[in-house]
């Protein structure tokens, strides 16, 4: 099995100049440890038609290049299946019944970790499993042993986060990110794990869910993010953030590549020769505040 890196898109609309940074810094931390470089796209939800071929045009054009067939989740339903069988197998799942609105109330209630599902549906008796099911699907949430599970990150150090009994599938059949990601992760040999630092607290729970499913936890590097003028995330409504916007405004996808290596403190040029400089240790630990340059 190969050793590698990734980016993993959900194809939701066009990338922004934060998750093409983002891909770059995959790309760079991949090469420079000598692994592969792979793409998944992350289709379960939040898909829009067209979304995948424009993502890898524009990954393309700013020279990130993968080293085999781009994998799609929506292609992989039947290995989510088998690790929930498992889990379900060895006791570890649950029938899930809660509303949106049944979740927010009871995690609101004093002393409950923030986010966290508090357990509701764990304890519901046989009957009452068998009256719910009469009124609503069931999403499946993992039974979970811990309430907090640590990670290693190569840039935020130890990060010791919350584990609470979260949804694998959910209760409309699509099977929930935090199980696919987990799964996949491990079928494509991925052993390192970069992407934005939005994604940190998410990783305490895959970290653990790998652990139970006796799969490789992957060394990971949260990176942070790209943010507007007022320090919040980068959106499609700051302007023009996609490689499609600043082409039209006389920025093309080089000089957009360039400023991203030069915001993480490499030389303009190619990824190529920027990866000799690569030093992971001295990225920037703060998030780059975009501002349309100048053509
Ligand atoms: N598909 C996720 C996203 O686009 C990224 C998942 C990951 O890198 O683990 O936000």
């Given at each position: 099995m190969t050793s590698a890196g990734r980016f993993a898109p959900s194809p939701s609309g066009q990338l922004h100049v934060g998750n093409l940074r983002t891909a770059i810094l995959a790309w760079l931390f991949a090469?420079?440890?000598?692994?592969?470089?792979?793409?998944?796209?992350?289709?379960?939800?939040?898909?829009?038609?067209?979304?995948?071929?424009?993502?890898?045009?524009?990954?393309?054009?700013?020279?990130?290049?993968?080293?085999?067939?781009?994998?799609?989740?929506t292609e992989r339903a039947a290995f989510y299946d088998e690790a929930i069988a498992r889990l379900t197998a060895e006791g570890r799942t649950y029938e899930c019944f809660c509303?949106?609105?049944?979740?927010?109330?009871?995690?609101?209630?004093?002393?409950?970790?923030?986010?966290?599902?508090?357990?509701?549906?764990?304890?519901?008796?046989?009957a009452e499993r068998e009256i719910r099911r009469a009124s609503r699907p069931a999403s499946i949430r993992l039974q979970a042993d811990v309430v907090e599970w640590a990670?290693?990150?190569?840039?935020?150090?130890?990060?010791?986060?919350?584990?609470?009994d979260f949804v694998l599938r959910r209760n409309d059949g699509v099977t929930?990110?935090?199980?696919?990601?987990?799964?996949?992760?491990?079928?494509?040999?991925?052993?390192?794990?970069?992407?934005?630092?939005d994604l940190l607290p998410s990783t305490p729970r895959q970290a653990y869910l790998a652990t139970l499913l006796g799969l490789p936890v992957p060394e990971y590097a949260h990176v942070p993010l790209v943010v507007n003028h007022d320090g919040a995330r980068l959106a499609k409504r700051d302007g023009a953030v996609t490689l499609g916007d600043l082409?039209?405004?006389?920025?093309?996808?080089?000089?957009?590549?360039?400023?991203?290596?030069?915001?993480?403190?490499?030389?303009?040029?190619?990824?190529?020769?920027?990866?000799?400089?690569?030093?992971?240790?001295?990225?920037?630990?703060?998030?780059?505040v975009w501002k349309t340059p100048r053509p």
């Amino acid at each position: 099995m190969t050793s590698a890196g990734r980016f993993a898109p959900s194809p939701s609309g066009q990338l922004h100049v934060g998750n093409l940074r983002t891909a770059i810094l995959a790309w760079l931390f991949a090469k420079s440890s000598g692994r592969d470089f792979l793409l998944r796209v992350e289709d379960l939800d939040r898909t829009r038609s067209g979304a995948e071929a424009e993502q890898l045009r524009d990954l393309e054009a700013v020279g990130v290049r993968w080293d085999a067939g781009v994998v799609r989740q929506t292609e992989r339903a039947a290995f989510y299946d088998e690790a929930i069988a498992r889990l379900t197998a060895e006791g570890r799942t649950y029938e899930c019944f809660c509303t949106r609105r049944e979740i927010q109330e009871a995690a609101s209630a004093p002393h409950a970790p923030q986010g966290a599902y508090p357990g509701t549906c764990r304890r519901l008796s046989h009957a009452e499993r068998e009256i719910r099911r009469a009124s609503r699907p069931a999403s499946i949430r993992l039974q979970a042993d811990v309430v907090e599970w640590a990670v290693e990150d190569q840039l935020c150090g130890i990060y010791r986060g919350m584990v609470d009994d979260f949804v694998l599938r959910r209760n409309d059949g699509v099977t929930a990110y935090n199980l696919a990601v987990v799964v996949d992760d491990a079928a494509q040999g991925i052993d390192q794990v970069v992407r934005g630092d939005d994604l940190l607290p998410s990783t305490p729970r895959q970290a653990y869910l790998a652990t139970l499913l006796g799969l490789p936890v992957p060394e990971y590097a949260h990176v942070p993010l790209v943010v507007n003028h007022d320090g919040a995330r980068l959106a499609k409504r700051d302007g023009a953030v996609t490689l499609g916007d600043l082409a039209a405004v006389g920025i093309p996808a080089g000089r957009v590549r360039d400023l991203i290596l030069e915001s993480v403190g490499l030389p303009a040029g190619t990824l190529e020769e920027a990866l000799p400089h690569f030093r992971p240790r001295s990225l920037p630990k703060e998030p780059w505040v975009w501002k349309t340059p100048r053509p």
